[in-house]
């Protein structure tokens, strides 16, 4: 049973394209995230979403959006595609905050090749 | 600004050669430090969360470790199935708030 997953798995497109990636989680977790991994393979947060309301945004360009149809899923819509955005982007999930720093699970990443 | 920074950046052992890995944290106000493993061509794997100075975890050949400015990882007798990319990560703050990653350490176990 996948517990955090990511479609597509792999994705090029033509820069200037907009494209979208898609992820879903079957933990019950209330919280989600999107990280980016450069070719130097540091990962950075880019969104959370708890209760399908932004809760950071650490400085994303716009052209960047997350869509939240249910809590179970967290969408990334990407506008304009840039050389800079290819990268591996990886979804999280963790169960809602109650005071304590709650584990994060992460899906299998999303390989996005921007030409 | 919160920052991790692992070291070493890269380690090659034998196998049943033991060892720790280093990770640096400069936090305000420390809610959780998270030790992954990522495999090539994967996601991180979780493998421990500490919250407090002092407190240890283990789990078969890792025992992680927390002091109030590093943590260590270390590996008793690795085995080659142990190579992967190790990631320290802290949690700082309040509510859903992401994690700040270090850089990684490369294992690299040879049998």
Redesign the interface.
């Known amino acids: 049973d996948t517990a955090v997953s990511q479609t597509p798995k792999y994705l090029v497109t033509q820069m200037g394209n907009d494209k979208s990636i898609k992820c879903e989680q079957n933990l019950g977790h209330d919280t989600m995230y999107w990280y980016k991994q450069d070719s130097k393979k540091f990962l950075k947060i880019m969104f959370s979403y708890n209760n399908k309301e932004l809760i950071i945004n650490e400085t994303v360009p716009n052209r960047f959006s997350p869509k939240s149809p249910d809590k179970a899923h967290l969408n990334l819509h990407i506008n304009s595609l840039e050389l800079g955005d290819s990268a591996v982007y990886f979804c999280a999930s963790s169960q809602d905050w109650t005071g304590y720093s709650e584990t994060q699970y992460f899906g299998p990443g999303t390989r996005l090749l921007v030409l | 600004e919160d920052q991790v920074t692992q070291s070493p950046e890269a380690l090659r052992l034998q196998e049943g050669e033991s060892s720790s890995l280093n990770c640096s944290y400069t936090v305000s106000g420390l809610?959780?430090l998270?030790w992954?493993r990522q495999d090539p061509?994967?996601?991180?794997?979780?493998l421990f969360?500490l919250?407090s100075a002092g407190e240890e975890k283990e789990k078969e050949r890792l025992k992680a470790t927390l002091t109030k400015k590093e943590s260590f990882l270390h590996i008793t007798a690795p085995k080659p199935e142990d190579s992967a990319?190790y990631?320290c990560?802290v949690?700082a703050g309040?509510?859903?708030?992401?994690?700040?990653?270090g850089?990684?350490t490369h294992l690299i176990i040879q049998p």
């Open positions: 809610r959780g998270f992954y061509g994967k996601g991180p794997e979780f969360t919250y990319t990631l990560a949690q309040g509510g859903a708030d992401g994690l700040t990653f850089k990684g």
